[in-house]
């Protein structure tokens, strides 16, 4: 997807691993990167009034705090950062033809999430262009599917919107 944007200094997009039906609250779970190696933890935070679930690098330190708003019109779950609010993550609601999520950060700016959620085959996009692209085509595994993030977003940011978008798509997990 971004490899024919990128100049030949340009670095590659980072991939990541993630796992379907992995996101329980309550459960924690490691995404890898596409070597393997361990990149962040998810640690779900079980006996609490709403879905709340830490995104942690591998060295423990926090990078985002997501957690289910409880009482909004449409679905609602919000990203925290250190200092608070950083996004708000909303399902469209009129998608005639491709599910949609709609990210607004506080500071300004959206990002557009659209295309088959519940496959996990779908882009994330802003005004400024491609942000990540979710799918099944780097990972063969069962029940697998992969983030590509374009160089230059902030990884844990894209990787915590797709957790968003998989637990408004999958309730029941």
């Known amino acids: 997807m971004f490899r024919r944007h990128q100049g030949a200094d340009a670095p590659p997009a980072s991939t990541y ?12 779970f490691w995404i890898e990167n596409s070597a393997g190696q361990r990149v962040f933890k998810v640690d779900g935070k079980a006996l609490r009034l709403r879905k709340t679930l830490i995104l942690e690098d591998a060295a ?3 990078r985002y705090k997501i957690q289910e708003k409880l009482v909004h019109i449409r679905d609602t779950m919000e990203i925290e950062g250190a200092t608070g609010r950083i996004a ?5 609601l009129i998608s005639p033809l ?3 999520y709609d ?3 506080d500071a ?5 999430v659209q295309g088959n959620i519940v496959d996990h085959e779908y882009k994330i996009e802003s005004d400024a262009g491609p942000i990540a692209e979710v799918g099944k085509k780097w990972f063969r595994v069962r029940d697998t599917y992969g983030i590509q ?3 230059g977003q902030d990884d844990a940011l894209v990787i915590a919107v797709a957790i968003v978008v998989d637990q408004m798509a999958h309730p029941a997990k």
């Open 17 to 28: 691993q993630m796992r379907q039906r992995m996101f329980a609250i309550g459960d924690d």
């Open 60 to 62: 423990g330190v926090e």
């Open 88 to 92: 708000a993550v909303k399902k469209a």
């Open 98 to 100: 491709r599910e949609r």
């Open 103 to 105: 990210v607004t950060f």
């Open 108 to 112: 300004g700016g959206e990002w557009k």
């Open 149 to 151: 993030v374009a160089p």
